[in-house]
């Protein structure tokens, strides 16, 4: 009968802590592409507001309109250097997560190694020992038959 691997507890608990960095990492990943979406979003209607600015800046416009259309393109720039930072620390947080991901898919491979070695070695003493089995019965065969 085989022995059990000593370290399956340590195995188990490498697999859900590489499990959960799987899942933290795909969570952080949407989060930086939802930052990014919301980026490209503030940037694009930036874009055509200022447009809609030149339009109606070329048919004319009061100096209410003026300013209107300037302290709205200057909060459009704050929303969009401020969504440019969230971009930036919500990569930062992926690289992290990305990183600590990787540091437990290391750990985790090292102690199924150990595990695979482990099952390989009580492997090949199970089947020496079935030899050896084996073998002694056919030696008490031969036995047998040398007496009669």
Known sequence: MSKPFALQTVLELMQRRADDATQQLARLIAAEQDAKAKLDLLCQYREEYAQRF???AQSGMSPLQWK??????ARLDEAIGQQQQALAQSQHRTAEGQAHWQAQRIRLKAIDTLSVRHYR???????????KLVDEYAA?????????
């Open 68 to 73: 209107n259309f300037q302290d709205f393109l």
């Open 121 to 131: 070695a009580e492997e090949a003493r199970e089947n020496r020992r079935e030899q």
């Open 54 to 56: 030149q339009s109606s």
């Open 140 to 148: 008490r065969g031969r036995n047998k038959d040398d007496e009669t």
